[in-house]
């Protein structure tokens, strides 16, 4: 495992250090990170990898002492609800962080709970990445509202494959429709159907900074998206928000939004020819006056 260690040291960039999907074990994520040379680093990714709880006291000693890190990816590791209490005082604590990413680890619903009020604590959030969680309970819904109305430049919130549905997200989807900042939603996965279509299309009316919506994998009918994607773009014809739906209505979404926009640029170009035209009329009358 040595070469694999010295082969990831050397690939630490001058402000990241990116661990992610190395199959490293905590002995070896020990040894790396008492060997990177500077305190300077503004990311460290340790996704996909073999990380256990024994471990993280030792990630968050070193996340304390590095001042300018801003990005903490501990995603699809081991970790469970025994580290939840130490994690969300170092959250807390570590104010720097601002854009984390605990997805996909062995929380249960008690242990996301602990990690969501922590979250809640925080004003300075700018990603918050919580997808393969469970986070299916009504009093999980309440704090990430919380969250959101608490941390007013958050631009990414990732809650793919959730399980959640319009009874569980209902408030969430009216706090991120008036949300100041958000750019990127993650519902993608979940269990949303043709029911919950009202919701989304008051996001898609009523939002002007989102520009991504991922609803892939989802319950939602062809006709359905179609009525969502028309909707949105008859009221931001030029909008360039990316909205992702599943792989089956890729083609009729492009042929509806070319449509849509296409009518959008003939209407102008309609309006722009009629004023030539008036104004044309309008010198042909001036010189027949003179």
Not at 102 to 111: M, R, S, V, Y
Not at 161 to 170: A, E, P
Not at 198 to 223: P, V
Not at 234 to 247: A, E, G, T
Request: include cysteine.
């Amino acid at each position: 495992m040595l070469s694999e260690r010295d082969s990831v040291i050397t690939e630490a960039q001058l402000d990241t250090v990116d661990l992610s999907g190395k199959t490293l074990e905590d002995d070896d994520i020990s040894v790396i990170l008492n060997t990177l040379p500077n305190d300077q680093y503004k990311a460290l990714r340790l996704s996909n990898n073999n990380m256990t709880n024994n471990m993280i006291t030792e990630v968050l000693q070193w996340v304390s002492a590095h001042k300018k890190l801003q990005e903490l990816n501990l995603a699809f590791n081991s970790l469970d609800n025994k580290i939840v209490l130490g994690f969300g005082a170092a959250i807390t604590q570590n104010t720097h962080l601002i854009n984390i990413n605990i997805g996909g680890n062995k929380f249960n619903q008690a242990g996301m709970h602990t990690m969501l009020t922590s979250f809640k604590l925080r004003t300075n959030l700018v990603e918050l990445h919580l997808s393969h969680s469970a986070i299916n309970t009504i009093d999980h819904i309440k704090l990430i509202v919380e969250i959101l109305k608490n941390n007013p430049d958050l631009t990414t919130l990732n809650l793919a494959m959730c399980k959640l549905n319009g009874h569980f997200i209902n408030d969430v989807l009216r706090a991120a429709t008036i949300h100041p900042s958000l750019q990127v939603l993650d519902l993608s996965s979940n269990r949303f159907n043709t029911l919950d279509s009202a919701l989304l299309l008051n996001l898609f009316q009523h939002n002007t900074t989102l520009t991504s919506i991922n609803l892939t994998g989802n319950s939602l009918t062809k006709e359905c998206t179609l009525n969502l994607v028309q909707a949105y773009n008859q009221r931001n014809p030029d909008s360039k928000v990316k909205l992702i739906f599943s792989d089956e209505v890729d083609a009729a979404f492009k042929k509806v939004l070319t449509m849509v926009q296409n009518a959008s640029r003939n209407m102008e170009t309609t309006n722009n020819n009629n004023q030539e035209n008036k104004d044309g009329a309008s010198n042909t009358f001036k010189r027949k006056k003179i």
